[in-house]
């Protein structure tokens, strides 16, 4: 996960019988971020499962928000989409879990946007 918020992967690995490690990802770049926090309605408030595509020039970058990734790991749930030095992203949608997909308007750059679910 983001440990420190600057936009890059940082990772905290457990030892058996020692203390956690955790490497920083401490790089000076110029390249931008935009961040994500899903909120899904009723049961799934972790919107554990949505999958969010960003439209970025002639491609399209996709990420499922999910608890782990494999065997006894754990991933934050806010995911990162990682940008060029213009950071740009023409359009951003959410498809949620129970199908629905959501146009997402007025994300930021370098930082955090709480996306909610439409009702």
């Not at 983001?2 to 390249?31: I, K």
Request: neutral net charge; without cysteine.
């Amino acid at each position: 996960g983001d440990l420190d918020g600057d936009g890059d992967a940082d990772v905290v690995l457990t030892q058996s019988g020692g203390r956690p490690l955790v490497l920083r990802n401490d790089q000076q770049l110029t390249h931008h971020f935009s961040r994500l926090k899903l909120v899904g309605s009723k049961g799934n408030r972790e919107a554990i499962g949505a999958l969010v595509r960003a439209r970025v020039g002639a491609g399209t970058r996709t990420q499922q928000v999910m608890p782990s990734r494999g065997y006894l790991s754990a991933s934050e749930l806010p995911i990162t989409f990682g940008l060029d030095a213009a950071g740009a992203i023409d359009s951003l949608e959410v498809v949620w879990p129970d199908g629905k997909t959501q146009k997402i308007k007025g994300w930021k750059k370098d930082a955090v946007t709480v996306v909610e679910e439409a009702r």
